[in-house]
């Protein structure tokens, strides 16, 4: 049993429809979600399940993803196995995520370019996100130069492509994970590349929009100092309109 993860092949589809395949108490899996779990420092999705035409709707409360299954949590009573139900996730949050995961990536890219320094951490929040990097100096002057280029690249508008690849020939790529802990599970044979075009390409399962501009602006809101050669940014993003 496998669930079809939607979200992987177009991260701008809201709504589909499927079977529930297996009921664990107050969770369900389905045969394909649009609901993405969670993972990689990304927010799991929001959103409702109904059945039964729309008389019995459900909130999704939790998500966990064991093995190739997608589990959804929910509010209620669960449906039986074989049950057809309609899966809608709350547009604005993922597309806020969205987003933010590619701030995160053209962050992660541009220190890269400039710096040559790994990713040690990260994670995405609703209304910010952060990010750390294995680097010794980060004074006002590499933040505001940061700043600075990310922007750059975001008014450059480059586009962004998803696609996959044999994990042989995915880590034949230099630098394709950014990471200083390698976390793609050996047993994955496909490897989910997410590439900013000009810019950045890395080994990714999250979701994210289809061109740099549409993330808005980008501004360092804070910095902390997590180590000797660990320092933490912290960001915000601005409108697009705004640009």
Same mark, same amino acid.
């Given at each position: 049993?496998?669930?079809?993860?939607?979200?992987?092949?177009?991260?701008?589809?809201?709504?589909?429809?499927?079977?529930?395949?297996?009921?664990?108490?107050?969770?369900?899996?389905?045969?394909?979600?649009?609901?993405?779990?969670?993972?990689?420092?990304?927010? @799991?999705?929001? &959103? !409702?399940? #109904?059945?039964?035409?729309?008389?019995?709707? @459900?909130?999704?409360?939790?998500? $966990?993803?064991?093995?190739?299954?997608?589990?959804? #949590?929910?509010?209620?009573? /669960?449906?039986?196995?074989?049950?057809?139900?309609?899966?809608?996730?709350?547009?604005?949050?993922? %597309?806020?995520?969205?987003?933010?995961?590619?701030?995160? *990536?053209?962050?992660?890219?541009?220190?890269?370019?400039?710096?040559?320094?790994?990713?040690?951490?990260?994670?995405?929040? /609703?209304?910010?996100?952060?990010?750390?990097?294995?680097?010794?100096?980060?004074?006002?002057?590499?933040?505001? %130069?940061? =700043?600075?280029?990310? $922007?750059? @690249?975001?008014?450059?508008?480059?586009?962004?492509?998803?696609?996959?690849?044999?994990?042989?020939?995915?880590?034949?790529? /230099?630098?394709? !994970?950014?990471?200083?802990?390698?976390?793609?599970?050996?047993?994955?044979?496909?490897?989910?590349? !997410?590439?900013? !075009?000009?810019?950045?390409?890395?080994?990714?399962?999250?979701? *994210?929009?289809?061109?740099?501009? =549409?993330?808005? &602006?980008?501004?360092?809101?804070?910095?902390?100092?997590?180590?000797?050669? $660990?320092?933490?940014?912290?960001?915000?993003?601005?409108?697009?309109?705004?640009?």
């Amino acid at each position: 049993m496998k669930t079809k993860l939607l979200y992987h092949t177009n991260s701008f589809t809201y709504e589909c429809t499927a079977t529930v395949v297996a009921v664990e108490g107050d969770e369900i899996a389905l045969d394909a979600t649009v609901f993405y779990p969670g993972g990689g420092g990304q927010m @799991a999705d929001r &959103g !409702v399940i #109904t059945w039964n035409g729309g008389h019995y709707q @459900a909130n999704v409360i939790a998500m $966990n993803k064991r093995n190739d299954i997608v589990w959804h #949590t929910i509010d209620c009573p /669960p449906p039986t196995i074989g049950t057809e139900v309609v899966g809608t996730i709350d547009w604005d949050f993922r %597309y806020q995520m969205m987003r933010t995961h590619t701030a995160l *990536h053209i962050l992660c890219g541009t220190i890269w370019q400039e710096f040559g320094v790994q990713v040690t951490g990260g994670q995405m929040y /609703p209304d910010r996100a952060r990010m750390d990097f294995a680097m010794e100096n980060l004074d006002r002057e590499r933040i505001a %130069y940061i =700043e600075k280029k990310v $922007n750059e @690249a975001v008014k450059a508008d480059y586009p962004i492509r998803v696609y996959s690849l044999p994990r042989e020939k995915a880590f034949a790529i /230099p630098d394709l !994970v950014r990471t200083k802990i390698n976390l793609l599970p050996p047993e994955i044979e496909e490897v989910r590349i !997410v590439e900013i !075009v000009g810019l950045d390409l890395q080994a990714d399962g999250g979701t *994210h929009v289809r061109h740099t501009r =549409e993330v808005g &602006g980008i501004k360092i809101t804070k910095t902390e100092n997590k180590g000797r050669i $660990n320092k933490r940014l912290e960001i915000v993003l601005k409108d697009p309109e705004d640009l």
